[in-house]
């Protein structure tokens, strides 16, 4: 089974600035995919970012990215020029290639952009 | 865009109470889910269906059912609600697209 660990329930960040959301992962499968959703507040999740674990290039999103350390099976997500309207909760996933869209949820991160 | 629509956003029920959540998707998605959500837990799935009146049970299926008469539509079902089900209830459907989920705005059940 698979098993996604968010390990910072909380964190706050300046606007304007840099910070980084950590997601760790536990799979024997090679070929996967990783996700970072986001949950607005009182609003529907959507998908921020993918991540096929056979690229070794790094996946960007305007000012969202990754770093992915498959060794280390490790999956973090940077949000560059931190905005008011990022303010949400973070939910790192991973799903198995051919899977059929099933994806494993992890405890979430709880982002507060201050003013 | 593509709107998943649930039913209710919030809901109070007694133990013991039947309880209809139900959820409507406008872009012809094949897959369909339910999944539930508590703090700290993150997010877990409780049915899937991959076409109409199929259904396959998720992490967490004791205690609920599904029902999916039309392709557009997938109920989840409390057959007797119990207080350890208060939680909030997300429906998700997919198409084509690799683990691109489109999320309802979810619905939060309080039983009392």
């Known amino acids: 089974a698979q098993t996604v660990t968010q390990s910072q329930p909380e964190m706050s960040v300046q606007e304007a600035e840099t910070v980084t959301l950590s997601c760790t992962y536990d799979?024997?499968?090679?070929?996967?995919?990783l996700f970072w959703y986001k949950q607005p507040p009182s609003r529907q999740m959507i998908l921020v970012i993918r991540?096929?674990?056979?690229?070794?290039q790094n996946a960007t999103e305007n000012r969202f990215s990754v770093n992915f350390q498959k060794a280390a099976k490790s999956f973090s997500l940077k949000i560059s020029d931190s905005q008011l309207g990022d303010t949400a909760m973070y939910f790192c996933?991973?799903?198995?290639?051919?899977?059929?869209?099933?994806?494993?949820f992890g405890g979430g991160t709880r982002l507060m952009v201050k003013p | 865009d593509v709107k998943v629509t649930q039913s209710s956003r919030y809901l109070v029920k007694r133990t013991g109470e039947k309880v209809f959540l139900e959820c409507v998707q406008d872009?012809?998605?094949?897959?369909m889910f339910w999944y539930r959500q508590d703090p700290g837990l993150g997010l877990r799935l409780i049915y899937f269906?991959?076409?109409?009146?199929?259904?396959e049970k998720g992490d967490i299926p004791e205690g609920y059912s599904v029902s999916r008469e039309k392709k557009e539509r997938f109920s989840l079902i409390l057959e007797s609600a119990s207080t350890n089900q208060t939680s909030m209830y997300l429906c998700?459907?997919?198409?084509?697209?690799?683990?691109?989920?489109?999320f309802g705005e979810g619905s939060r059940l309080t039983v009392l």
């Open positions: 998700a459907s997919t198409g084509l697209s690799t683990g691109e989920l489109f």
């Open positions: 799979t024997s499968e090679n070929n996967y995919y």
């Open positions: 991540q096929e674990a056979y690229k070794q």
């Open positions: 996933a991973f799903m198995i290639d051919n899977a059929g869209n099933m994806l494993t």
């Open positions: 872009m012809d998605h094949e897959n």
């Open positions: 269906s991959y076409d109409v009146k199929m259904k």
